[in-house]
DNA sequence: CGGGACCTTGACGGAATTCAAACCGGGTGG
DNA sequence: CCACCCGGTTTGAATTCCGTCAAGGTCCCG
């Protein structure tokens, strides 16, 4: 049993001029060509802000748009009829959120938040002409919805074959680097803001001995779990226990 | 302990023309406008034929090519340190192979065959063309790889939710939809090219288990294992027991 | 006839789940 | 201000599922 009921709703849209975009201002993602800033311009239809907790989007439903992730923590799921649930991914600044169901048709998972974020809104039916005038962006969506391919490959590894303190090790290493890469740890060493039933959740394992499993991390003191969150102090031993190298590093596209 | 050694290397090169592609006359795809055939024609570079058994891609290579597999059974995997292996999915005909390691550099999961197989090469280097010239056959790409990623997402929540007897009994309807969808098996029920331990390495559970799950099923009178590989003969009391409804019908895109 | 690949079965131990209970900090309402 | 509840964490004990070890069986092929 590891579900949670809710259902408050997202709400608000303003606009924000692409050019101003903090994605773009951070520096760690390709910057866009003229033509291309002018497209996603046109393209963008608004913004979406949403709560801790909220759903973004539902298992089943229709969504006439797509959303890239501007700021914020979240995560895709599916659900058993027994209520079990299980984590497929987390999302961060600068993923594509709803291109399954763009292209096919349903979405396959929701998407919850946890903590406050905004998402920057494309109109679906546009996509077709993203890719006939736009083939660098068409090439950039590609190649981050390779990308989650790619990460799902490792969560599968991950579930199928480590042991469950290895899985954890992995899991919180992987999302500290991926937080880290795209800036959402400022300077100070920041907390995840995730429970450990997300963490059960993800791993494929019961609350109680992933409270187990965390504690002996922590007993080895690679990690701090606090209140609803996380923090890493020993990221080297934390990647051996995990037998993972961590996650090729480089600029990446986004939109 | 999961892995076997083969260090078969696949060959030979022709190449047939793509209007007589089977994948094409088979109806089981959208079929192409003349310049997107016309394109595909000079994209493709040959074929390349492989034996049961083959390693096509090697986890860490870099390739130069893309493929579209045309005939027979393969599959992804990747391995841990120790040797454990985890199959991440199954390729059938009109799946396309190698985009990863094309987009993202590395092949991040090797590929083996499990019967022998008739793969369709592209050249790498002209995949820019391809979204420059054709945003029909691009969109259809990111289709393809939205659907793999879908197709995960429902293998990781079956790894990391269900269990033995709904992961073994899910595993072995999703095969069967694939395999009849694209017409792998003829009018005559046919039978899967996988062992136990194929099974096994894709649940994440150990051979023995495995194999005492899937007795389980034969003794439901849901299967038959036979040599290498099974038949399903109650495909209804199958999916009730994986708690799960099918895959979405409808004709899909190939390369 | 012997060996190899694959399937099968039983026994045992260990890992993870389930059940149950308690704790802690923060918020709320009497 | 204190009692109460709630979400999240923690711990112990009993149980079940699954992995490991060990051995044997079948079929095919050289």
Known sequence: MSAKPDTSAPTRTRKIACEDCPLRLSGKFRDFAEHELSFVSSFKRGELTAEAGATIFVEGSHSPHLYTLISGWGFRYKML??????????????????????LLGEMEHSIECLSDVV????????LGDLYKSNPTLAFDITWIAAREEQMLDEHLLSVGQRSALARAAYLLAFLHDRAKTVGLFGDTPEIAPLTQQHVADTLGLSLVHTNKTLRKLQDQKTIIWKDAGFRITDIATLREIAGWEGLPEGQRPFI
Not at 81 to 102: C, F, H, K, S
Not at 119 to 126: A, G, N, V
């Open 119 to 126: 998402l920057c809104m494309f109109e679906r039916d546009r």
């Open 81 to 102: 009829e027994d209520g079990r649930r299980q984590i497929l991914n987390y999302v961060l600044p600068g993923d594509l959120v709803g291109l399954q169901g763009t």
